[in-house]
């Protein structure tokens, strides 16, 4: 009987790369076909029909509400500090300072 080995079924292709290292134009390549998916994405959407065009529009419109989410999450946090910065709350403005004491009707 054959005795099972340590290594996972899926290590082999990691274990490949701690061996012998990745291509020397890997990282450009994963640019270049980063930059390419934007215009294979468009191309889907385009031809896409019927309930895989629904399915897509949902996924699509679930990504754009996230993105906006942590826009707004960034403009709230930016402008909270500026108004934290401003000052104390109960500050009277200057041209109220002197009219304190004064009494007319």
Excluded: C, W
Excluded at 28 to 42: F, I, L, P
Excluded at 94 to 104: F, N, P, T, V
């Amino acid at each position: 009987p054959r005795v099972p080995t340590a290594m996972a079924q899926g290590e082999h292709i990691e274990l490949h790369r701690k061996r012998h290292g990745r291509r020397l134009d890997h990282d450009e390549r994963a640019r270049k076909k980063e930059a390419r998916s934007v215009h294979q994405r468009a191309k889907f959407a385009q031809k896409v029909k019927g309930l895989r065009a629904k399915l897509h529009n949902k996924k699509r419109y679930a990504e754009k509400a996230t993105m906006q989410k942590t826009i707004k999450q960034h403009n709230e946090r930016d402008t909270k500090q500026r108004e934290a910065d401003s000052g104390p709350k109960d500050a009277v403005p200057a041209y109220l300072l002197d009219r304190e004491g004064m009494s007319h009707a």
